[in-house]
């Protein structure tokens, strides 16, 4: 099970600090990443994050701006957002998949029910 949260409504430029709670199987087994599913569009891996945090993959759209990160001691994955843009806005859910890395959304395997955020202009 994956619970999101830290989601919000925020001006453009603003930051938000999301987190992802993961209980069941061994947290370390799970390639984690977040997915954003935006109004109109389809779903996308915004960033992923292997096993031991090596491996990170960022979509264009939010290098330099987003940071994905996980304690695997916690079971907690991050992901903190810099500059948020209007085109930043979407439900943001935490994924996971076991051992392989991706960058495809369409690959995780178990992800929450997600977390609004919105930035204004």
């Known amino acids: 099970q994956l619970v999101e949260s830290g989601g919000g409504l925020v001006q453009t430029g603003d930051s938000l600090r999301l987190s992802c709670v993961a209980s069941?199987?061994?947290?370390?087994?799970?390639?984690m990443g977040w997915l954003r599913q935006a109004p109109g569009k389809e779903r996308e891996a915004v960033a992923t994050i292997d096993l031991t945090s090596e491996r990170i993959y960022y979509a264009d759209s939010v290098k330099g701006r987003f940071t994905i990160s996980r304690d695997n001691a916690k079971n907690m994955v991050y992901l903190q957002m810099n500059n948020l843009k209007p085109e930043d806005t979407g439900v943001y859910s935490c994924a996971g998949r076991k051992f392989m890395f991706t960058t495809k959304a369409e690959d995780f395997t178990y992800w929450g029910r997600g977390t609004q955020v919105t930035a204004s202009v």
């Open positions: 069941g199987d061994p947290f370390s087994m799970y390639i």
